[in-house]
């Protein structure tokens, strides 16, 4: 049986074009009709003895991994998971043997912890050694990957094997009803239980959503790509930032010196408009952002106006046939908030809070704008320049001057002393015990109070533009799971600009610090994790708008001035920030909150009104923009149009979750305030709860019920307001 399931796969492999040794070369052979057919390999030869991309056990020996053997060797093991489950499921079609958990699914865990982990590794390379080449092969590797474990889902072999073992849900542990709940619902949010010509046109809707959400993405980024404008005049751009001229510099190496050109990537565009002192120029590059696939080019077959109501169409028609009102309500489903009400709830509230404060934001920057000599009334493409500039003369402090107090090694310390003290945990380098994928790349393990190794991870802190993405992350290289006997590792990345010299200090600036606070958040949710199934373990099965929670968390404590203050140490002096210094820092970052708030909110708003009503997109963007935002909606806004999040990537009717995990985090954090932050002793026991509950359980309990355990209640709205500044 095995046999002819790997012979079944040849037409899957063929995508990839393995390039290994020619005594496996392809013949074409001629078909009596003329057509010809191409003979492939039926499975790559790789072993886990001879690649060791395959071998989950260890850490990553990069000195032998390349391109090549991450193909192939994720290649083997898709196959290989494909195999082994459709063998598995032939196994729970005996009707006559009674389905256990341990028999449902431990031959699926087999499976699961080589592939993801091999997965994980290739995904890893092509983030921070991009050659070309690792980017290639993981675009290879990763459908054929989906595709395999996609087919758990689609089963009814396995989704009834699975009703049988929760009609004995007595007998399971909390994580094992866990488990299973989530196999019923993804299989039934898959379609498993519908029929007939029902069934037929949910498979048939799924296919052409899955295109119509990559021909919406791909439009945003080709329209995007196609907007460029020289500028010759340097008055223009003489506020910009050496570092961003330098970007748009024909000369990289003179930024002084004309022409520049605007585009529309992020790391261009955002600065651009802070910093571009002409109102024409700064119109001309919103104006291209926020027409990015829009009608304006429909003759192009490159607008996304009419996409939109198909996708909205097509995500109804897939609502309606499993049962529910609309998509929000099914998004719901796999959310901590539960109910559209809940949702809807908390934007109404947090808009009659933030909304009158936002429109003082902009009055206030109304008369700054007026007081330097700007006479006209503020329009979006005015509101980032006048921002930063008024932000500039309330808080007047140098970015570089702060970073003198924020070395990194002393940082990395500060942040694991927290993480000590907080929940007993030890942070220890561990120099040439693994291997890396460069030389600077830095190892760490993690233990508990108990001296227990509970997880590792890797830190590549230093930005190589030539082959490493921009950004901050911290992913998953290896989950827990008991059965396979592994323990988590990660993968933390920064791009922080690297010394001059071996000598020198590597300086933060305050984001950068906000960064790394951010993504160990995420790192101890997935390190710390008690959870012993890799597919529940971490932050594996968070609800969507809960999975931020622990890294906004985490930040939550460098706004607090004592705790900051205390982490800071100047690279030469060995002084704290002074508090004048430090009030700047905070100050600036709190600048005109509520107008952020708004932003988000009105984003929130349009992303449930889209999936809800019937109203057209633009009706509804005028509508809830008139309720939400404090500056007028332009005519020539069609920024929905490029909202990629909700309409083609993984946010709709799930924007809100930005919110929500803040929401969450204040809550959490207000836990630690109320008991006093100086009290070492309440602080440790508040962590160890803390620990128990939203590091070690992860997705193995509902994200609602560990909040409960931890606070005792249900989430408010009242400490979010209250650190935005709204009592």
């Not at 069934?199 to 899955?210: E, G």
């Not at 942040?415 to 561990?430: A, D, M, P, R, W």
């Not at 931890?710 to 709204?726: M, T």
């Amino acid at each position: 049986m095995a046999l002819s399931r790997l012979q079944g796969r040849q037409v899957a492999l063929s995508l990839f074009r393995f390039p290994w040794s020619s005594s496996s070369s392809t013949t074409p052979i001629r078909h009596a009709t003329g057509a010809y057919y191409v003979l492939l390999p039926e499975v790559p030869p790789d072993t886990s003895d001879d690649n060791a991309v395959m071998q989950y056990w260890q850490t990553p020996r990069f000195s032998v991994i390349n391109p090549e053997r991450c193909v192939t060797g994720c290649a083997k093991l898709s196959i290989q998971y494909e195999t082994r489950l459709g063998n598995h499921i032939e196994d729970l079609q005996d009707i006559s043997q009674e389905k256990t958990f341990s028999q449902v699914f431990d031959p699926i865990e087999e499976v699961t912890v080589p592939l993801n982990t091999a997965w994980r590794t290739a995904k890893n390379l092509n983030y921070v050694a991009g050659s070309n080449h690792y980017k290639q092969a993981f675009t290879r590797i990763h459908p054929q990957v989906e595709r395999a474990k996609n087919e758990r889902w689609i089963s009814e072999t396995l989704y009834y094997a699975c009703k049988e073992v929760d009609a004995n849900s007595a007998n399971l542990t909390e994580f094992q009803q866990r488990l299973v709940s989530l196999y019923l619902l993804e299989g039934r949010l898959n379609g498993i239980e519908l029929q007939g010509s029902e069934k037929r046109r949910f498979i048939d809707t799924l296919k052409v959503l899955a295109l119509e959400r990559t021909n919406f993405r791909n439009r945003v980024m080709l329209t995007q790509g196609m907007f460029s404008h020289r500028i010759d005049d340097f008055g223009a751009v003489a506020e910009m930032p050496r570092r961003i001229l330098s970007h748009m510099a024909e000369d990289h190496l003179n930024p002084s010196r004309g022409p520049w050109r605007v585009t529309l990537q992020q790391n261009i565009y955002t600065p651009f408009l802070e910093h571009c002192s002409d109102r024409t120029l700064r119109w001309n590059a919103w104006n291209a952002y926020n027409n990015r696939a829009s009608v304006n080019f429909n003759d192009r077959n490159l607008g996304n106006h009419k996409l939109i109501e198909e996708l909205r169409n097509y995500r109804k028609d897939i609502a309606e046939l499993l049962g529910y009102e609309s998509f929000a309500e099914m998004s719901m489903e796999t959310k901590m908030a539960g109910t559209v009400e809940n949702v809807l709830n908390m934007i109404e509230t947090l808009k009659g809070k933030f909304k009158p404060i936002a429109q003082e934001e902009i009055a206030e920057l109304q008369q700054f704008a007026a007081s330097e000599g700007f006479h006209d009334q503020l329009q979006m493409w005015d509101v980032a320049y006048w921002r930063r500039r008024h932000r500039d003369h309330l808080y007047k402090f140098d970015n570089d001057l702060v970073a003198e107090y924020f070395p990194l090694e002393h940082v990395l310390q500060g942040l694991f002393k927290l993480c000590n003290s907080l929940f007993g945990i030890t942070v220890t380098e561990c120099t040439g015990e693994v291997e890396t994928w460069q030389g600077d790349v830095r190892y760490f393990k993690m233990s508990d109070d108990q001296g227990r190794h509970v997880g590792s991870f890797f830190f590549d802190s230093f930005s190589r533009p030539a082959d490493k993405l921009g950004g901050s992350w911290m992913e998953m290289g290896r989950e827990r799971s008991e059965l396979m006997g592994t323990t988590p590792y990660s993968y933390l990345t920064l791009n922080l600009a690297p010394p001059v010299s071996p000598q020198s200090p590597v300086l933060m600036q305050f984001s950068d610090v906000l960064s790394l606070f951010h993504e160990f958040g995420h790192g101890l949710q997935q390190l710390m994790t008690k959870v012993p199934y890799s597919e529940l373990a971490g932050q594996k099965n968070i609800e969507w708008d809960a999975v931020q929670v622990c890294a906004r968390f985490m930040q939550c404590w460098l706004l607090e001035p004592p705790f900051l203050q205390s982490l800071s140490c100047h690279h030469q002096t060995g002084q704290r920030i002074p508090l004048p210094l430090l009030s700047q820092v905070l100050g600036a970052h709190r600048h005109f909150t509520a107008l952020d708030t708004m932003r988000q909110l009105y984003l929130s708003a349009f992303d449930m009104e889209i999936y809800i009503s019937k109203n057209h997109w633009h009706d509804a963007m005028t509508r809830v923009w008139a309720e939400y935002m404090p500056l007028p909606l332009s005519r020539d806004d069609n920024h929905p149009c490029s909202f990629t999040h909700i309409f083609s990537d993984q946010y709709p009717a799930a924007y809100y979750a930005y919110k929500w995990s803040e929401m969450i985090a204040a809550d959490l954090f207000a836990a630690f305030k109320e008991q006093g932050l100086e009290d070492a002793g309440k602080m440790r026991e508040l962590g160890g709860r803390f620990a128990d509950t939203f590091l070690s359980m992860g997705g193995g309990v509902p994200a609602s019920e560990v909040f409960r355990r931890f606070r005792g209640r249900d989430p408010s709205l009242d400490a979010l307001q209250e650190s935005l500044g709204v009592k």
